[in-house]
Structures are given as structure tokens and as C-alpha cells.
């Protein structure tokens, strides 16, 4: 029986130290009432900390009620919302567990608000379903002054999180949320500069989050390397986001893919185990930053191979850890994994 090898190694980057190489992914409950965390965020992610898991990312948290993908997800634009992160950063910490939280804008794919904003007027490619609850909208575009206070307000978040005392920071620059949109020339039609430099915005975001960090933090940010819809840009282009994002100050590149709309079979992986690893693989050559891969990962073998080419450092394990909490015990408890896996206590 193959030895898992990599998965249990120690992984540092500034002052984040991590006791092995696996993440939960950003994965959004739909459970908040007015963007506030509660019992339920609590026990999710607290017990993920008690299995052992490396880095938790808490799910996409937004900048303002507007950028939310529903009236249920979370939001960080208040202290009583900080207070309440404080509680599950607390509590994971006692655990000895390391977490960091992702902030968001959904933009044109915010659902269920009443201003829905975007860099262009441009839905979102999906079909709204008739039968649910909140459609997709038309975007309305935003000014310049918009923009410059969304900036600002995905600054004043990510100080909250760092009062809150989380670990890292995430900034969701993929899956056709707002970063993304304005990165994607399917969506980004402006004619000012943020159009004509159409990673302007995130390079700003990045740097404005960056600026209320403490210089040892680090700040991660995840990113489509590439689209997955009808014209959507290839990992050429992803190369050139993560290059950018780089240089804005990025330290650790979180690549995903896709979110951009309907899903194009010419544009498409096939969903396989560990269909998102060559993304990765196609930015590990064009960035020295670690890098976090991610997308059907839950086998304990593959994941360790996919650290032993060298082709990400981290590996995230998101349905896996919905389905087993203790993920990260069991495929670790033991240096052989038997199938199916030995229950640790
Ligand atoms: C229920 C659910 C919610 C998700 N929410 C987010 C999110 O808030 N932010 C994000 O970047 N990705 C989100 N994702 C994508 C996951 O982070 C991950 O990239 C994806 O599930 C692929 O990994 P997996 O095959 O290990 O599940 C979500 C996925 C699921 C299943």
C-alpha cells in the first residue's frame, strides 16, 4: 500500500506556519442573517480545526450587503460581524488550527439584491432558473468613485479580519465574481483605464488589503487561471493575472477555474480526479509563489502525488471535508491509509 509522504510535512510562508499541507477551501454555507456569522459557522469550521486540517479558508465573505451571492452569505463590513469572526478565530486557534478568510464583491452575480453592480452592464451567463428564489440581474456599471470606495471598502474588511485575528487573508479574485469580471474581457467593456487595463482593480484591491496587513501576514488570492464558459480566456491569459497579481503583492497564488457562465465542452476540463492541476501546474512555471490547488483532490494518494511533482505546495480538499470533517485525521492518522479509512478515535 502506498505511504502518504507529502501531505504531513510543515509549510511556512511569513508568519503563518501550518502543521501540514492541506486547506479547506472557501466553501459558502448560505446560513448568515444580515452577514453575521453564527453557530452554525461555529461548528462548521471549529470542527474542521479539531480534524486536523492545516489552513481553514472561511467562504467567500463580502465588502457590502450588495456583493453578496445571497441574502444568506456572509459579510464584514461592521464590528459586530468582527466580533463574531473573533469567536470561530478563537476557538480554531485553541484547536491549534490556522485560518484565514476570503473577501468578496459577487458583483453581477450578487442574487437577491436590489443594486446589483458590475464593471459593465453585462449579465452573467447562466439561465436564470423561473422557479428560484432570486434571478440573475443586469448589472448597473460602476462610476469611477464607486469604484475607488469598493476599494476602500475591501480595505476596511480585510482590517476587521486582521482585528478579528485571523491568520491570512484571502481576496476572491475567481469564479466570475466582481475581481474576475473586470480581469475577463467578456465581461469587462469599460473604455476607461480600468478597461483598458483590465487587472487594474485587482492590482488595487490587492494593494489596499495589503496596506492594512501586518507586513508578516501573508495575503493569498485566488484567481480563475482560466474560463470555462463560451470565449473564455485561456491559461495564456490566467498566466498574466497571476503574474500581476504577483507583483501587487500576492504571496500565495490560489488557482481555480472557471465561474464565468455556462460551461463550454470546448472550454471545459473533464471533472476528474484532480482536474484543476494542471492550472496550477501552468502557473508553478510562470510564478515562484507557493501555490494552493484545488478541484476533486479527496483521494489521499492522488493529493500527496500531486505534492510530490512539485506542481502546488498546498492541497485543498473542499467536498471531502463536507463530507468528512476528519478528513485530514483520517488520511493522516496513519502513515498507510487503509481503504476504507481507519476511524482515528
Ligand atoms: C458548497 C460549496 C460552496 C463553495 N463556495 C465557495 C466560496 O465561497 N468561495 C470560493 O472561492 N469557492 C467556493 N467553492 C468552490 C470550492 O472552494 C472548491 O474550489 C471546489 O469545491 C472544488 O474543490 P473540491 O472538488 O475539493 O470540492 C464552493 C464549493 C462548494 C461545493
Redesign the pocket.
Known amino acids: 500500500m502506498a505511504k502518504i509522504s507529502y501531505l504531513n510535512t510543515p509549510f511556512s510562508i511569513k508568519s503563518l506556519s501550518l502543521k501540514n499541507r492541506i486547506v479547506m477551501?472557501?466553501?459558502?454555507?448560505y446560513v448568515a442573517t444580515d452577514g453575521m456569522p453564527n453557530d452554525w459557522h461555529f461548528v462548521h469550521y471549529v470542527s474542521r480545526a479539531v480534524g486536523g486540517v492545516g489552513l481553514i479558508i472561511v467562504?467567500?465573505t463580502n465588502v457590502a450587503p450588495n456583493g453578496r451571492i445571497s441574502p444568506n452569505c456572509l459579510g464584514l463590513w461592521n464590528d459586530d460581524q468582527r466580533d463574531q469572526f473573533k469567536r470561530i478565530v478563537d476557538a480554531v486557534h485553541a484547536q491549534n488550527g490556522k485560518i484565514a478568510l476570503?473577501i468578496?464583491h459577487a458583483g453581477s452575480k450578487a442574487l437577491g439584491a436590489s443594486d446589483v453592480v458590475s464593471c459593465s452592464p453585462v449579465m452573467f451567463d447562466d439561465t436564470n432558473d423561473a422557479n428560484a428564489q432570486w434571478q440573475y440581474q443586469m448589472p448597473r456599471a460602476l462610476s469611477k468613485d464607486e469604484i475607488l470606495e469598493l476599494i476602500e471598502k475591501f480595505k476596511q474588511s480585510t482590517k476587521r479580519a486582521v482585528e478579528a485575528g485571523f491568520d491570512a487573508i484571502e481576496i476572491?479574485g475567481?469564479?466570475g465574481y466582481l475581481i474576475h469580471q473586470f480581469c475577463s474581457p467578456k465581461s469587462n467593456l469599460r473604455t476607461d483605464e480600468y478597461g483598458q487595463d483590465k487587472l487594474l482593480f485587482g492590482e488595487q484591491v490587492i494593494k489596499a488589503a495589503k496596506s492594512v496587513m501586518p507586513a508578516d501576514m501573508p495575503l493569498i488570492v485566488?484567481f480563475s487561471a482560466q474560463e470555462y464558459g463560451k470565449n473564455g480566456y485561456d491559461v495564456d491569459y490566467g498566466c498574466k493575472i497571476a503574474k500581476r497579481f504577483a507583483d501587487a503583492g500576492a504571496d500565495v497564488l490560489d488557482v481555480?477555474g472557471g465561474g464565468d457562465g455556462k460551461l463550454d465542452p470546448l472550454h471545459t476540463p473533464k471533472f476528474h480526479a484532480g482536474y484543476q492541476v494542471y492550472l496550477a501546474r501552468a502557473i508553478r512555471k510562470v510564478s515562484n509563489l507557493p501555490i494552493i490547488t484545488?478541484?476533486?483532490?479527496?483521494d489521499p494518494y492522488l493529493a500527496d502525488y500531486v505534492l510530490s511533482t512539485g506542481d502546488a505546495d498546498l492541497v485543498?480538499?473542499?467536498?471531502?471535508l463536507?463530507h468528512d470533517p476528519y478528513w485530514a485525521l483520517h488520511t493522516l492518522n496513519s502513515p498507510f491509509v487503509p481503504q476504507p479509512y481507519k476511524v482515528a478515535f
Do not use: F, Y
Not at 484545488?294 to 479527496?298: A, D, Y
Open positions: 477551501p472557501p466553501m459558502c454555507q467562504e467567500m476570503q468578496a476572491h475567481a469564479h485566488r481555480s484545488v478541484g476533486m483532490l479527496e485543498a480538499i473542499g467536498k471531502g463536507l
